[in-house]
C-alpha cells in the first residue's frame, strides 16, 4: 500500500433530501460515528501505507458533535506522519465560530461542497445561504472546491455559463461528475442524461473552456485529468484509475466498512471491529477489487481505450454507448498541439 483515501461519514443523515443522492438524505439514520474505534481503526493502516487523506464525509458532516470530529482529528495526526484532511458539506447551514474554527485548525482553510441546479436546492433561501456561506469563506481565504453531478439539468446548460458562475462567486477548483446507480438516484432515473449527451457535452466542455480561456479561471479536475493523457501520458488517473477499491475506504457512521462512498450504505464488506489483517484477505472486499480490475470486452475494442482504460466500473452502459468522454479523447487526439504532448 501507498497513498490510501479514508471517508470518514460522521453521520447518515442530512438537512438536505437531493434527488441523486447516494444516501438517503433527510431519512437517513440520526446516528454519530464513534470517533475513538474509528480512528483506532484507521491507525491500523499507519504501518501499511506511507501517506493517507482523511475526509470528513456524510450526509451532512457538520451535523455531527464537533467535539466528535476534533477528537476523530487529535487521535489520527498523532499517528500517521504524512496526512491530509479534508471537508465536503452542502455549506446550508450557519457556519458558527466553532466551525470556522474547525475550517481553519483541521482543514487548513481548504472545504469541498456541491451545487446542482434544481436538485439540491428546496428553496431560493437555501440556494441564496449556499451562496452567501461561500463569498464569507472565500473572502476569509477558503480554498473552495466545488462538486456538480452531471444531471439531466446540467447537461442542458451552456459549459461556459457554469464556469463564468463559479467564477464570479470565486470558486478556486470545480469537478464534474458522473451520476451512478444508487440511493436516491435509484428512484429518480429522470434526472440522468443519456450517454450520447454526456459526450457531446464534454466536448462541448473542451471547446467553450479553450474559446474563452478558461482553463486559466478555475482550475476544472474533469478536464485536467483528461488533458493529462495527452500532455503528460497519464493515462490511470482519477476515475481512469481502475484501483479504486483497493486504496479507498468509507466508513458508515454505525461503523461498517466500504469502498467507494457511493455504494457504502448498502455495499459494506466489514466493521472497524475487524483487524488489518482480516481486511487485507476479506472475500467481498477482494470481489469488489476483481469486478473493477475487469473492464467490459467492448473496451479493448475501442479506439480511444489507450486513454481511457476503461473508465469508473460503476458507470453504466446504454446499448454500446458507454459513459466515457470518447469525443472529447478523439478531439484531442486529432489535434495537433496534444499530439505532440502524448
Not at 438536505?16 to 437517513?28: A, E, F, V
Not at 485548525?105 to 451545487?115: A, C, D, E, P
Not at 467492448?298 to 459513459?323: M, P, S, T
Request: with cysteine; net charge negative; hydrophobic share 35%.
Amino acid at each position: 500500500m501507498n497513498d490510501l483515501m479514508f471517508y470518514i461519514k460522521t453521520t447518515e443523515t442530512c438537512n438536505l433530501h437531493c434527488d441523486h443522492c447516494y444516501t438517503s438524505g433527510k431519512n437517513g439514520r440520526k446516528i454519530f460515528f464513534d470517533p475513538i474505534k474509528t480512528a483506532d481503526w484507521v491507525n491500523q493502516f499507519s504501518q501499511h501505507a506511507s501517506f493517507a487523506h482523511f475526509e470528513f464525509h456524510g450526509g451532512e458532516p457538520f451535523l455531527a458533535p464537533l467535539g466528535d470530529m476534533f477528537e476523530f482529528y487529535d487521535r489520527v495526526r498523532g499517528v500517521w506522519k504524512n496526512h491530509s484532511f479534508g471537508c465536503t458539506s452542502n455549506l446550508v447551514l450557519k457556519l458558527t465560530e466553532e466551525r470556522l474554527d474547525f475550517i481553519d485548525q483541521v482543514l487548513g482553510w481548504r472545504i469541498g461542497t456541491s451545487w446542482d441546479p434544481n436538485i439540491r436546492f428546496a428553496n431560493p433561501g437555501q440556494k441564496e445561504l449556499w451562496e452567501s456561506n461561500v463569498r464569507m469563506l472565500k473572502d476569509l481565504g477558503v480554498t473552495i472546491k466545488v462538486f456538480v453531478s452531471l444531471s439531466v439539468d446540467v447537461v442542458q446548460m451552456e459549459p461556459i455559463n457554469i464556469l463564468k458562475y463559479f467564477k464570479d462567486l470565486g470558486v478556486d477548483e470545480l469537478a464534474f461528475e458522473r451520476l451512478t446507480s444508487d440511493g436516491n438516484a435509484v428512484k429518480n432515473r429522470a434526472i440522468f442524461p443519456s450517454n450520447l449527451d454526456l459526450q457531446h457535452w464534454y466536448l462541448k466542455l473542451h471547446e467553450q473552456t479553450t474559446e474563452h480561456g478558461a482553463r486559466d479561471w478555475i482550475s476544472n479536475d474533469f478536464l485536467e485529468s483528461i488533458y493529462s493523457k495527452f500532455e503528460e501520458g497519464k493515462n490511470n488517473e482519477a476515475t481512469f484509475c481502475r484501483d479504486c477499491e483497493q486504496k479507498l475506504f468509507t466508513i458508515n457512521a454505525d461503523g461498517t466498512v466500504a469502498g467507494c462512498p457511493n455504494t457504502a450504505p448498502k455495499d459494506f464488506y466489514t466493521t472497524i471491529e475487524s483487524t488489518f489483517e482480516e481486511v487485507q484477505i476479506n472475500t467481498k472486499r477482494c470481489t469488489v477489487i476483481a469486478k473493477e480490475t475487469a473492464r467490459d470486452p467492448r473496451c479493448f475494442e475501442c479506439d480511444v481505450f489507450k486513454y481511457c482504460n476503461g473508465d469508473c466500473h460503476q458507470l453504466d452502459w446504454e446499448d454500446d454507448i458507454c459513459a466515457a468522454p470518447k469525443l472529447l479523447m478523439r478531439e484531442l487526439r486529432n489535434d495537433s498541439w496534444f499530439r505532440q504532448h502524448n
